[in-house]
């Protein structure tokens, strides 16, 4: 596990959603240390991405905590929680096939540009824009992604798609990245690529909380991972100690060995 660094921890305290009066999480409790990968593992229908929706106001706890440092993010609209340095991944770029890299990741920075072209117009506008463009070239750089700056996404692999929308994420600053299923559709070969881009955000400050079906992938790319299942957790831990916990084999890992659904 690497050493916590400065920067602020996100507390998620006896969260409980319910929705249409059907009990989706129950008492969900954890932490996120600054500079982590936190992982989330379990079976279909669980709460993980709930639990994302939550983190970033989509979703509204019935009870209990989510703070950001010293934010209250229950308090927080979503399309605010880019002011508070967090980003989030898509989970499918399908619909944006025709954009460049660069104008993917352009789209993390489009309030901000509209907000300036109304505000200031002209000259003062094309300067934003520019400076917009010339951030969003930064983000394809941290992930070492420039050479596909401008070749249409649809020519791209699954693994460097998925890269450039976590370009996307981080684009604005955002100092915690909320990632559902970064590797959905991406060869096990070209896993690795996720992984590296993962410790290489970590290495640049930033701190993650992802979703995933792969649990080699979880285990070797997050410092501690949650198992939930049925809106509850099941065990928060290092990967070694939770993946091989009687619990999580039964819920997660024996449902995967009978055939049936993934995390």
Known sequence: MSAEQPGRRLD????????????????????????????????????????????????????????????????VRPHRMRDHGIGRSLQSTHYFRDLTALQLVALGELPNSVVGALRFGGHRARRAKAAARDRSAEALRELGLE??????????????????DIARAVVVGSELLLLDEPTSGVSGRERGAIGEALHRLRELGRTIVLIDHDPGFVTANCDRLMAMNFGEVLHVGLPDEV???DVVKRSYLGEAAEGGAGP
């Not at 996120?32 to 929706?53: Q, S």
């Not at 989509?58 to 009870?63: E, G």
């Not at 401008?150 to 791209?156: I, K, N, Q």
Request: net charge positive; hydrophobic share 40%; charged share 20%.
């Open 243 to 245: 993946m091989n916990s």
């Open 12 to 75: 998620v305290g006896n969260v409980d959603v319910r929705l249409g009066g059907v009990q989706i999480l129950r008492g969900v409790t954890f932490d996120v240390r600054p500079g982590e990968v936190f992982g989330i593992v379990g079976p279909n229908g669980a709460g993980k991405t709930t639990i994302l929706n939550v983190v970033d106001g989509i979703v509204r706890p019935t009870a209990g905590t989510v703070r950001y440092g010293d934010v209250d993010l229950c308090r």
């Open 147 to 164: 050479r596909y700056a401008h070749r249409p996404l649809g020519e791209l692999s699954s693994a460097v798609q998925k890269l450039v």
